[in-house]
């Protein structure tokens, strides 16, 4: 730990240290390796601790034998950027891993390279620069956009990738770790012109047991042993990376699950749908007998029994599901594949278990949605006050066609479009209705990462470069292009 130079210094420090006073470990981790490796979460700490694949880079990547990981997290007010495990400053690393899932965070990503004096663009780096790595849900696919900004891009599981890892992972020079990261077919290393010839999959999670390391007491899943109890996800959805790029679904056993509850009385399952667990009866048999406090990721609505339901009732207090459209006609689009029956079904079945909060989310911005599609977004909303849900919440989004998904091909709708349709179904809505619309900008700058080549992420990055506010630039050319 290094002594604060002022006291702008000792606050940041103290966030960090905060942020780890709040951990408990569940497993040793020894960062006792020579070649530093900075995982950087690009958002707020509360993220970081809710999201499981950081947690298992930190504790996979110190299994390496010359590699000591250390995590970071963003904060607006950091100059330094301390570690959470030992305080040390990040300039002190040789390779900087972003843990890159959400295209937003790419403002974070951009402020915390400038701050720290690191050139943007790959080509402008030199021997006196760390590896600027990425990895994560973003780089199961190919974006332009990091071809230019980064040294090192890790496509897919990180699993498999450990033993090839620990043959390169070694303290040399930048140069020399370029090349070998080039060796290795799950890596793309743009400056030398190597594309990832394979992105690596994981085939058996019984073999790893992807179990966070440490629970943490903020985020999401706060004081809950996070467990991801699927990787990938059976279903096809036209939007979604996750249904496109994560195929085929693999499943923890039940046996795995079982060592992880008898051990702890409160988990978090990550799934993409928990719904789709091949012996779902059997696990809350399990979850039952073991008594364990329970928090699921997400729900598909297709796929809902009575007992499951009740039994989820006993441990949350909302139900949130993803519709997408009240309109059986956009979800077809959209390859939902959920019909009204079975909507109906999945809403009666929450209010008899006893549900008395629903959360649904919501998609618009299709060419092909009608006026009356908006504003069936109300009537639904009116239609779950109506079944007795004293509490309805409605999160709607644009639609943003991602790339590596089946709409990666379609535009994103106008803004001036998008907010007219928002103000119909503004005009749809019951008033005791709680409305969260996602913010435009925000999904702008989503469609941009997803949608720009090689050339336009050269401009953006010579402008980010010169500028005082990446936000405003990414804005600017967003909205230029
Ligand atoms: S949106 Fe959900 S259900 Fe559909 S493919 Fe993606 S993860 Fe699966």
Known sequence: MRRPRDA??????????????GERYVEKIETKGDLMVALV?????????????FNLVWKYLNQLERVRCERFFFDESFERFYSIDSLTPIDQFAIWAFSFHFENDIVNIMKLLLRK???????????????????GALCYTELPLLNVLADVILHGDIESMLPQLNEVLHPTGRSELLRAFAGLPFASVPILGKKCESVSHCADLDFFVPV????????????KLLVEIERGCIHRCAYCMTGKLKKPARFLSLERIASVSQK????????????????????IDLLEESKVSVSVSSLRMDRLSERFLRFLRKHQKSFTVALESPSERIRAIMKKDLTEEQVEKAFQLAKKAGFEEIKVYFMFGFEEESEQDLMAIGDMAKHLLELGFKTVKL????????????????????????????????????????VHFESLRHSRIQFFINSMDEDIAEELLMKVQQADSPERVINDVARAV
């Not at 702008?8 to 006073?21: I, M, P, W, Y």
């Not at 690009?42 to 499981?52: Q, V």
């Not at 966070?212 to 004081?223: K, N, Q, T, V, Y």
């Not at 998904?405 to 008033?431: G, H, N, Y």
């Open 8 to 21: 702008r210094d000792l606050k940041e420090q103290n966030l960090v240290a905060r942020s780890k006073a």
């Open 41 to 53: 979460y690009p958002n707020g700490y509360e993220l970081a601790a809710s999201n499981l694949g």
């Open 117 to 135: 004096s690191v050139p943007l663009r790959n080509v402008d780096r030199s021997q006196s620069h760390p590896i600027i790595l990425f990895g």
């Open 212 to 223: 966070s390391p440490l629970i943490c007491r903020l985020g999401e899943f706060a004081h």
């Open 264 to 283: 702890h009385d409160s988990v978090g399952l990550i799934a993409s749908n928990v719904t789709d667990y091949p012996w779902l009866d059997e696990l």
């Open 395 to 434: 999160s709607i989004n644009p639609l943003v066609p991602k790339r590596g998904t089946e709409f990666e091909k379609r535009a994103m709708q106008d803004e001036k479009i998008l907010r007219q349709k928002m103000k119909i179904i503004s005009s749809s809505l019951p008033v005791r209705a709680k």
